[in-house]
Nanobody
Framework: QVKLVESGGGLVQAGGSLRLSCAGT????????MGWFRQAPGKEREFVAA?????YYADSVKGRFTISRDNAKNTVYLQMNSLKPDDTAVYYC???????????????????WGQGTQVTVSS
């Protein structure tokens, strides 16, 4: 069974840092585009960051968040620094098949999803 499992969420004060991890099992994701999305209460799911050979970021996190991957561990990471209360959301990891199309920031272009991890930033 193919799964993506996120970890690393939690409660942090504004200005703090968290590192999210997303481990893939059941297949290798080294050829996939990997992404992070988030969804705050009452809001639509939104793009945060993506990586294949290059990285992409939403304007709201550029300069504060860093996406990276370790193909040997079949894992993608999201380092989040200078966190703000507006970053509070459930964060989801996503992956495409090896052959993919469509924009990196559109959630329906991803084929696999994790269950999500809660990130709460207090002011």
């Amino acid at each position: 069974q193919v799964k993506l499992v996120e970890s690393g969420g939690g409660l942090v004060q504004a200005g703090g840092s968290l590192r999210l991890s997303c481990a893939g099992t059941g297949r290798t994701f080294s050829g996939s585009r990997m992404g992070w999305f988030r969804q705050a209460p009452g809001k639509e799911r939104e793009f945060v960051a993506a990586i294949r050979r290059v990285t992409y970021y939403a304007d709201s996190v550029k300069g504060r968040f860093t996406i990276s991957r370790d193909n040997a561990k079949n894992t993608v990471y999201l380092q989040m620094n200078s966190l703000k209360p507006d970053d509070t959301a459930v964060y989801y990891c996503a992956a495409t098949e090896d052959i993919y199309s469509g924009t990196y920031y559109t959630s329906y272009n991803y084929d696999y999803w994790g269950q999500g991890t809660q990130v709460t930033v207090s002011s």
